[in-house]
């Protein structure tokens, strides 16, 4: 059972930056996608960036430049460094991960375990 837990989130201006963490287990070094996704009020749930155990990466086009996925094997931990915030960017962001091989995509269809959630607010 793969258990995920967010922290990091929090309220920065515009322009500012968080790192958001992911702690991760229950899975073994298979083949693995781990991703964030976020959910702003009223939208619906949107990929953010993938990574899997060969640390082959994906961005949505919204945050390429700003953002950069990574992943701490030896910590079971997986990372989102997100600069030049804007308030657009303001949601919840999640930990999702799923046991595939392949590319990694940004579809929420795709994975089936979940983290619950860390806020973040970017204020104008």
């Known amino acids: 059972q793969v258990q995920l837990v967010e922290s990091g989130g929090g309220s920065v201006p515009a322009g500012g930056s968080l790192r958001l963490s992911c702690a991760a287990s229950?899975?073994?070094?298979?083949?693995?996608?781990l991703a964030w996704f976020r959910q702003a009020p009223g939208k619906e749930r949107e990929g953010v960036a993938a990574?899997?155990?060969?640390?082959?990466?994906n961005y949505a086009n919204s945050v390429k430049g700003r953002f950069t996925i990574s992943l701490d094997n030896a910590k079971n931990t997986l990372y989102l460094q997100m600069n030049s915030l804007q308030p657009e960017d303001t949601a919840m962001y999640f930990c999702a991960a799923v046991y595939r091989s392949g590319r990694c995509r940004l579809d929420r269809y795709d994975y089936n375990y979940w983290g619950q959630g860390t806020q973040v607010t970017v204020s104008s």
């Open positions: 990574i899997d155990l060969t640390r082959s990466s």
């Open positions: 229950g899975y073994g070094f298979n083949t693995v996608c």
